[in-house]
């Protein structure tokens, strides 16, 4: 693949494709055949691998209810069995990476079970049926990969000598290695020096692969740098360099950087010629330490032109950002459904705190506040609807919610809802005789009923599921983003 012979690195930012999406529901007679075998015990404190984690009811035996679990989640190979510290047992549903023994945690063992297929070294994708390689063995990075594979993904390449699991991404006829990740504050960035050399995060969640493996990456030359951005609007940016480095532990990972092309602008030419610092570690040139004045690990001078592993946060100061990109606009992505990871079939006050009308309330409250709907359904047509005008009272009110100024290409579907409450399933302020939020498993300003079922069931098909009536009646969306912002 001469294509790829180019190597780069890439540093990423918010959303990025879910390895498997759940796009179809898997064909009954399929999942029947599906079972699965105990191939010993573990040993495991890395999660990497570790879908979801799930405490079984009493009620019910174990091992029937975790392989249930594993056979209804379309990304799940296999499940560990496990009986913690403390006496209390858990089962972990695994995308079927078996990664063997690994890091001993005190007092835990688990049992692996594996599903059975023909997929033996690879991860089964078990609606398309096809053996997909994880495994990177004998590549010391992505590019190399890429002769075996063209699937996105968590990759267990060898640096050093050891299994190091990382993010490959192959796009435009180029392999990236990802070497940072942030996409949804999960992982927090403000850690001690050796964190920074060892790396941290999981390559599947949020990520610092680490300066000793950056080093290791970059070592033969030939390296390219690329960042990618997206702000609260999903507005997106990106910034290359065509020439980086970063040297070994004894230079304090010396780093030089040249040749920017790209549409954010060059924020990180400044730090060329830097060793890196963090909050516990000042090799920068300024006479205190940059990196806890903002907040910022880095290859800090004096002291900085980007914010990369600052605060993630949508406002206020020293967050994550780049110099020579605008300050975000005022915009937040107050929901974001994308994947349908999270149940939105929730309680009043789950809606209220967790999901955040009271926010929504403070957001709109000084008035002149823009609503904006992206859509886009499962043959990735997008369409928008905007509101010039947005507000939502406050708790005394149960919420309720003026809307109007409409223009986009979905549709008018939230006109209907103007000056309603907010409902939800336990909580009915609707107009209707019944509660619409039940009837149609979806919270919201409903009145009687609804025009929107932006919270409803997540899923491809079936009724109820997330919609906008008027883009051809309740068609199933597949991302969903409500976004605030000032006119
Ligand atoms: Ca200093
Ligand atoms: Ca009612």
Not at 122 to 143: A, H, L, V
Not at 298 to 305: A, D, G, I, V, Y
């Amino acid at each position: 693949m001469e294509l790829l012979s180019g190597r780069k690195i890439s540093t990423v930012f918010l959303k990025f494709s879910i390895l498997f999406s759940l796009k179809f529901a898997a064909p009954l007679r399929l999942l029947s055949k599906e079972t699965f075998t105990h191939t010993g015990n573990h040993f495991y404190s890395n999660s990497s691998h570790v879908l979801e984690e799930i405490s079984a009811p009493t009620s019910e035996h174990l091992t029937g209810f975790c392989s249930r679990k594993c056979i209804y989640n379309l990304q799940c190979n296999g499940f560990e069995l496990c009986s913690l510290a403390g006496g209390s047992e858990k089962c972990r549903l695994t995308n079927g990476a078996d990664k063997g023994s690994l890091t001993f945690q005190t007092g835990e063992i688990c049992r692996y079970y594996h599903m059975d297929s023909d997929c033996v070294d690879g991860i089964k994708d078990r609606i398309s049926g096809s053996c997909n390689p994880i495994s990177g063995q004998g590549c010391s990075g992505c590019d190399c990969v890429a002769s075996s594979s063209s699937v996105n993904g968590v990759y267990s390449i060898t640096l050093d000598g050891a299994p190091l699991d990382v993010q490959c991404i192959f796009k435009d006829g180029f392999a990236y290695t990802v070497i940072m990740d942030r996409n949804d504050g999960s992982v927090d960035f403000y850690r001690t020096y050796a964190e920074y050399e060892n790396g941290f995060g999981t390559p599947s969640t949020e990520t610092w692969i680490g300066n000793k493996y950056i080093h290791l990456l970059t070592a033969a030359g030939n390296t390219v740098l690329r960042f990618e951005f997206e702000d609260y609007m999903a507005a997106t940016r990106y910034a290359e360099y065509s020439s980086f480095h970063v040297d070994s532990a004894s230079t304090n990972y010396f780093m030089t950087v040249s040749g920017y092309s790209g549409d954010a602008g060059d924020s990180m030419s400044y730090h060329n010629n830097a060793s890196f610092s963090a909050k516990d570690a000042d090799h920068d040139t300024s006479a205190g330490n940059c990196a806890v004045t903002f907040l910022t690990a880095w290859w800090n001078l004096s002291c900085l032109r980007l914010k990369l592993t600052a605060s993630y946060a949508s406002s206020g100061t020293n967050v994550m950002g780049w110099h020579s990109w605008d300050n975000y606009k005022p915009l937040k992505v107050i929901m974001d459904r994308n994947d349908g990871s999270v149940d939105f079939y929730r309680t009043y006050a789950e809606y209220e705190n967790g999901f955040g009308n009271k926010y929504i309330h403070l957001l709109t409250a000084a008035g002149n506040t823009v609503l904006r709907f992206e859509f886009e359904d499962y043959m990735a047509a997008t369409r928008y609807a905007e509101y010039s005008s947005f507000h939502v009272d406050s708790a005394s009110t149960n919420y309720l919610m003026t809307v109007s100024g409409y223009s986009g290409d979905a549709g008018d579907s939230m006109s209907y809802h103007n000056n309603a409450p907010f409902s939800a399933k336990d909580a009915d302020h609707d107009t209707n005789s019944d509660n619409c939020a039940v009837t149609y498993l979806t919270a919201w300003w409903n009145l009687s009923c609804l025009r929107t079922k932006l919270t409803a069931t997540y899923a491809s098909s079936g009724t109820n599921v997330m919609g906008w009536y008027t883009w051809d009646s309740y068609k199933p969306l597949k991302v969903v983003k409500m976004l605030l912002r000032k006119p």
